[in-house]
């Protein structure tokens, strides 16, 4: 990147713009947390409640990134490096599991198992939920080192334990430790499974005191524990991305290894992958068909249809203003280096860190001094935009540093200027993997169930809502048609991002949730 | 019609000067090589040509156009250059004919101009064609009938050739620049090749260190380099210690005389063809001690009194390691003082 360049002041304008919206939430949150003074804040956080909230949270963090490391490692392997039978299927249902959001497979098991709550069940739910994105690291680092590493290894006399542990190990670490902070990031902001399994973490912590209380300054204050914690899972997870790509090697094409020979154990470790995907997968699907034939004959058709409508439009506003948010700072992170792209990389760094019940908690006590927006289709749609803007600066950025900028300058030395240059080659060479980007930021926010809980106009039922209001009040077979659809929406993306097929980067998986 | 002048022209980046008062000047018409080592600032002169970076200091004139000084500089887009980088860098998402096309401004003439690059590169059948869908030495020539469509008063070519192999290399920078000749377009090429700078060359140009070292024909800056470090850039060199009296007479391993009072210590600069092996042992008494066999020609490596001589001979290969031959100095004296 070319140190000089100056930045347009039109980009530098709408940047500094967008990181002023998008810093509204939080900075709302310290406002109120300051306000409340710093006996009342320090006597929320000395509370008995806090603490004990505090070692559910991070537990749970942990047990589930334990859990998550051990399925997704062992699968990654088993599909890449053995000769299991159908690997490609395997990696199929691995991945489609991403597709149901963690309330949905929390609902089914609920369904399934009336009993079915408390800590043991989350580490459960969240950790078949999150075991993908370890698979989708630990698979991708393994596709990425070159047969002829192992060859002379084992040449200059390894075993291939040895091979595992000294050179293979050490190249995937990093992807796999990112890919492991990212999972307790999502058990740090996930809020349906912990609220249905009734686990007091700080989100719904966070959404009982602001259920319960109209003392929105504790909220608050607790709600910035959660941030702190999540930003620093953030941080680290950062500096490990940039040794992950250090890591990398240029090398070109790739040989990928021989694969092991189980042996009659192949069928053990297809039984293994089979069990896995059951519980993620084949649970939640049998007892979606089930209950939804059970309840065929009384669905209310205009209520799902209403439903639909609401779901699509709060994500297609929200998915749109996140993305015109994400043009600036995605322009900025692709082609300029220099302070104000450090701001806007730590700005967008920072709204990562921002759980949906914390945007929520921030935009409900806004919204309600501020009554025009108070319960307003605008301010859930805002609030989509700043839960999802990382992502859609993610997109952006990717798309618009795969246009060289020689193409800028030959296109200028053609006769073209900037703008000229930016909608006859930028654009049209950009826009696939923008719109990529947006389809993902909007399937996402059509899952989204804390912010749209806590912000929704009234009577705005969304399909995640109302599969919440029916396991809430243990009306499984109400919540199954809505819920059908969802996964219905989520997974065929994540379908077709996941086909072996698809030379697709591990980042556009990486961003099809969170 | 517009010769290019550059007078003084300094571009710092990150507060260091990458060009230092670089002054170059190509008569209208010419096809102008700069030689330089990588990171001697070679592209950076270009793209301040072409107005992609702004200079600190100096002035760049097309003709009698001024198109930098330090307070106005005219974008890219009014200069009418073309502009040809490495390995083509062709638009991926338009088609052959809509690549070439690109920036032609005149509606009307569009088709014609086009029809008519495309017979002139070759590649009329290839016009509804996506550029990966082309080989490498097919978007080179693509790429310059696209910078060519507008008629540029400049032509500005960055290493266009270096990323193809060196059969088809050799060729098409032949077919290149005899295009460019034949259209009077102003050309300014830059290479690291020194083959490269001197056979396409009406005119080549040294760079060192963000500054033009030497200009000259290809024979000039060949024959008579300005310095030591000039004459390693364009060829083999064989740099003799030897020394210089007062009267001008030179004494070296190749060329022993006694000389006169007020001696002083330099380099003696010869071409590795310039020194003549005679086997019968006239000259400078030489062992042969390895032999370099290229197919066309072949260098010799000589022992000249613990002095290691290489020589360029080409036909027959008559000799072998070990031989005790005589060697004679053929060329021209170029001496510089150390």
Redesign the interface.
Known sequence: M???IAVPRMLQISALFVLFLASIPLGYLLLRAIASGFAAASAVLLREKTVSTLITTVGLAILVALFSAMIGISSAWLIQRTNLPSPGLFLVLGTLALAVPSYVSTYAWIALIPSFAGFAAAVFILSLTTAPYVLLAALASLRRIDATQEESARASGLTASQVARRVIWPQSRPAIFASLLLVMLYVLSDFGAVSLLRVDTFTRVVHTMYKATFDRSAAAVVALILVLLAAILIYVEYKARGSAVAAKSGLGSIRSATRIDLGFKKYLAASYLLIIAIASLGVPIYVLITRFVSVAAEINVSNLVSATIATVSAALSGALLAMLFAIPLGILAARYSGRLSRYAEFGILLTHALPGVVIGLALVALGSRLGFLYQSLPLLAFSYAVLFLAKAVGSIRTSIARV?R??D?????????NW?TIR??TI??AAPGVITGFLLVLLTAMKELPATLMLRPTGFDTLAIEIWTQTSISQYGQAAPYALILVLVAATPTYLLSRPDRAQSSESRENMTL | MTSLRIDGLTVTYANRPVLNELNLHIPSGAFATVLGPSGCGKTTLLRAIAGFISPFSGTIRFGDQLVSVSSIVVPPERRKVGYVAQEGALFPHLTVAQNIAFGVSSKGDKQEIVDELLVLIGLSKLANRLPNELSGGQQTRVALARALAPEPKVMLLDEPFSALDAALRDDLRAEVSSLLKLRDTTTLMVTHDREEALVVADLVALMRHGQIVQTGSPVEVYHQPVSPEVAISTGDVLLLDSQKDDLGKINSILTPQLLNKEIIAGKLVIRPEEIRINSDGLGVKATVIDLDYYGHDAVVHLDAGGSKINVRISGDLKFKVGDQVGLEHIGPIRWFPN
């Open positions: 070319a140190g000089g060289p020689v193409y300058d030959i296109s200028r030395s053609l006769g073209n200027n000229q006859k080659i049209p060479i």
